[in-house]
């Protein structure tokens, strides 16, 4: 079985980061993460990093959590009604 990380579970982001994310599904031994846009968005705009460096985070080969989805649709799903 494997298993994944939703960032959508802390829904606003607060006091974490998508890298510091990454790493703490790695060393708690999640498989996948599906990765919240509104947390990317706002980091990288902030300039926190880039794609750049999230890219170069999944390529190396000593990392084996894998990103699942980009979950961009958080208001599709009506849960505002």
């Known amino acids: 079985m494997k298993i994944g990380f939703n960032e959508g579970c802390n829904r606003f982001c607060e006091n974490h980061s998508v ?34 460096d999230l890219a170069a985070w999944f390529a190396d080969p000593s990392h084996k959590l894998r990103m699942l989805s980009y979950n961009a649709l958080i208001f599709f799903n009506m849960k505002q009604t």
């Open 19 to 52: 890298l510091e994310d990454l790493d703490l599904c790695e060393k708690y031994g999640f498989d996948y993460i599906d990765i919240q846009s509104e947390c990317l968005d706002r980091e990288i705009a902030a300039g926190k990093y880039t794609i750049d």
